[in-house]
């Protein structure tokens, strides 16, 4: 038996032993399965965790995981400050993205820098109010939960242009 068939067969093996322990290529995952960070929250809320945050939540969770990057009150650098108006960064999160749901989304996946995906949904929802808060779109009280994030009307929303709309679809 020559060296190519010997690592065919072994791979073929191996191949048959995955698929006997679970799901093969091309077989679906039990929502279960699916990581949290590999789902996604639409502009619409769908796909939103239970939790709660409030800007006052969000305050010291800021300075202990936000501020080394993005400036004590998220509106100097060094790194994209999510506060604006701002010298450095011209399009802060808080007030540019067209949707609410986008930063807890970016938040969860991306942050912090260091240790991405380690915030909790709490945590997530915390540091979202606390953002929407300092950047005068949402109250100090409001509570961010999957009922209320989705419904907050950010100030650049009618800026961006809906290319699902024009194409008579949406995406979800």
């Known amino acids: 038996m020559s060296i190519f ?17 679970g799901p093969g290529l091309g077989q679906p995952l039990e929502t279960a399965e699916i990581p949290f960070y590999a789902t996604y929250v639409k502009p619409d809320g769908t796909g939103l965790p239970e939790g709660s945050g409030t800007a ?4 010291a969770l800021y300075a202990a995981k936000c501020a080394s990057c993005h400036g004590a009150t998220g509106s100097e650098g060094p790194v994209m400050p999510p ?3 701002n010298d450095i960064w011209a399009k802060p999160a808080g007030s540019y993205w067209p949707y609410a749901t986008t930063l807890f989304d970016y938040i969860r996946r991306a942050m912090p820098l260091e240790a991405p995906k380690s915030l909790s949904d709490d945590e997530t929802y915390a540091l979202a109010a606390y953002i929407l808060e300092r950047n005068g779109v949402i109250d ?13 009307k950010m100030p650049n ?4 242009l809906d290319v699902w709309a024009r194409q008579g679809a949406k995406p979800w």
């Open 5 to 21: 068939n010997l690592a065919t067969a072994a791979l073929m093996l191996t191949a048959a032993a995955a698929r006997a322990e």
């Open 140 to 152: 100090a009280e409001t509570a961010m939960t999957a009922e209320t994030l989705p419904q907050v």
């Open 83 to 85: 506060v604006g108006p």
């Open 157 to 160: 929303h009618g800026n961006f």
């Open 56 to 59: 006052a939540d969000g305050e």
